[in-house]
Nanobody, 116 residues
Framework: QVQLVESGGGLVQAGGSLRLSCAASRIIFSANTMGWYRQAPGKQRELVATITSGGNTDYTDSVKGRFTISRDNAKMTVYLQMNSLKLEDTAIYYC??????????WGQGTPVTVSS
């Protein structure tokens, strides 16, 4: 069964922190590089961070030094620790394997709203 369940989003003031979680089914998670993506209102979905099955990470420039991606292979869960949040981080956040093709199954995402 294909499953992606994102959680942990919410409303936070600028400068605050949130930790997102994504529980994935084995067919998506196993041996795959996983990624966090986000889609802001009126914009296309963009890649935020990736993590390989061995734990190597990469980030888009706008979140470097503020966000940390991690994974628990035993729990088939990917996390995104977001610190020093900015207004422009407001978006719906999704996880999926990388690269995330538009025709893949996508979960509902978890909304993050950063207020001033």
């Amino acid at each position: 069964q294909v499953q992606l369940v994102e959680s942990g989003g919410g409303l936070v003031q600028a400068g605050g922190s949130l930790r997102l979680s994504c529980a994935a089914s084995r067919i998506i998670f196993s041996a795959n590089t996983m990624g966090w993506y986000r889609q802001a209102p009126g914009k296309q979905r963009e890649l935020v961070a990736t993590i390989t099955s061995g734990g190597n990470t990469d980030y888009t420039d706008s979140v470097k030094g503020r966000f940390t991606i991690s994974r628990d292979n035993a729990k088939m869960t990917v996390y995104l620790q977001m610190n020093s949040l900015k207004l422009e981080d407001t978006a719906i956040y999704y996880c999926n394997k990388f690269p995330g093709r538009s025709y893949y199954y996508w979960g509902q995402g978890t909304p993050v709203t950063v207020s001033s």
